[in-house]
């Protein structure tokens, strides 16, 4: 069974994408990256990225990580705290823990095309 199904397919996935959205824009750091982005554009390309990494059917049509994230000036520090929002919105979801770290093992390797920029001053 992939780890899509395991957590309960697309409603699922929905759901993390919606609850993670509002934990990112609620934080401080990271909120001015998503000023003036058509935000359920965005929750459409991240569900369907999201269930194509963990073994759902759905095929993901947007830009790779490297192009999405050009010139966003992105830190290692800004990644964590996007990673740690998404461990807590899977915890909040009832995700169990060695599935949490599969999702992460699937989605850490895309730091290298997220972060763009040295860590801030």
Request: charge should be negative; proline fraction near 3%.
């Amino acid at each position: 069974m992939s780890i899509y199904d395991s957590i309960g397919g697309a409603a699922s996935v929905s759901a993390a994408v919606d609850d993670f959205y509002v934990r990112v824009l609620g934080d401080p750091s990271l909120a001015p990256y998503f000023e003036g982005v058509d935000l359920q554009k965005l929750k459409s390309h991240q569900r369907s990225f999201i269930a194509a990494a963990i073994g759902g059917s759905e095929l993901y049509a947007g830009r790779d990580m490297a192009a999405a994230h050009a010139g966003l000036a992105i830190t290692d520090a800004d990644f964590d705290a996007v990673v740690a929002h998404l461990v807590d919105t899977l915890h909040g979801l009832g995700v169990p823990d060695d599935t949490i770290s599969e999702i992460g093992a699937a989605l850490l390797p895309l730091r290298s095309d997220i972060v763009t920029a040295a860590a801030r001053v």
